[in-house]
């Protein structure tokens, strides 16, 4: 067992989390294009679909399902098997800012510092959209980033209308003040 599940194992001992990988359907899934990954939420999926198309390779992102606090949830879990802060920092500076880290001429030190800043920009973005329940573990409030499975059209349909956290506590307290009106 990797050591992404020993450590998800050992936080919730009721259920083992289970790596997503639809067995029906051997297709490989779709990912966004390069001129499409506008939003860090697609950055994402585009590593959850690697996962799911290439589950023997060591993905950075894991789609998963989590038994927490007796409640069934959908997330993913980063793979802590490989540099997760270098990759993460990598991927948030080749997309956001259009330069590499690695293969830039900057002095050591001040590539660390980036790196560092870039990791705290990756995990605040994310803790924005996703609720974090351990290191490198995070579960989806409403709506899940990534569907097994799913075709290209439906997930940036969804993407779309994926929201933040105070998003989606906003609605729902319009909805229940809504109903409660009626």
Request: glycine share 4%.
């Amino acid at each position: 067992m990797s050591n992404v599940l020993q450590q998800m194992t050992s936080m919730f001992p009721s259920k083992e989390p289970k790596i997503i990988k639809d067995e029906a359907s051997p297709q490989p899934m779709e990912m966004f294009a390069e001129w499409e990954l506008t939003d860090w939420k697609h950055v994402m999926y585009n590593q959850m679909v690697l996962s799911y198309n290439y589950p023997e390779r060591q993905t950075l992102i894991h789609p998963c399902d989590i038994s927490h606090q007796g409640n069934y949830h959908l997330g993913f879990v980063i793979n802590c098997d490989i540099d997760y802060k270098m990759e993460l920092a990598e991927l948030f500076a080749i997309y956001n800012k259009q330069r590499s880290l690695k293969h830039s001429n900057l002095k050591p030190n001040y590539r660390e510092d980036l790196t560092n800043y870039y990791y705290k920009c990756v995990t605040q973005l994310m803790s924005k959209y996703f609720t974090r329940i351990g290191q490198g573990t995070y579960i989806y409030e409403e709506m899940p980033l990534f569907v097994a499975g799913e075709s290209i059209q439906d997930a940036r349909v969804r993407l779309a209308t994926l929201g933040t956290k105070q998003r989606c506590s906003k609605r729902k307290k319009t909805s229940e003040t809504s109903s409660e009106e009626e």
